[in-house]
């Protein structure tokens, strides 16, 4: 996502064409994770404070769902959805009796 909204002035998720990534095993997926976050790291990078700045819109099927600027999408759409996300797993994780890992200091599977 970090390419999109730094490299075009919109998306449109209903625009034709458009497929979310068929996803596989637990290595593909990790190594899909750590391949983009390699790639968005160098595109954010390359760009100026007044392109990160500048609005970016999203929309679907043509109707305008949010604009704002580039950096503030990064932040609310990308970061702050990617931590929501990682909530929602840490539950469901818990619910099925897996021990969790650490994510923002020792959880109550570590040893003290």
């Given at each position: 996502w970090v390419g999109s909204i730094v490299e075009q002035d919109e998306f449109d998720v209903g625009a034709s064409g458009y497929a979310p990534p068929t996803l596989g095993s637990v290595a593909e997926i990790v190594a899909m994770f750590d391949?983009?976050?390699?790639?968005?790291?160098?595109?954010?990078?390359?760009?100026?404070?007044d392109r990160l700045l500048a609005n970016w819109r999203l929309k679907k099927k043509g109707q305008l769902v949010v604009e704002m600027p580039r950096l503030g999408m990064i932040r609310s759409f990308l970061m702050n959805h990617l931590i929501h996300h990682r909530g929602q797993l840490s539950v469901y994780l818990r619910l099925q009796d897996v021990p969790l890992p650490s994510i923002y200091g020792p959880t109550a599977d570590e040893p003290m």
């Open positions: 391949k983009n976050v390699a790639m968005a790291t160098e595109t954010l990078k390359r760009q100026s404070n």
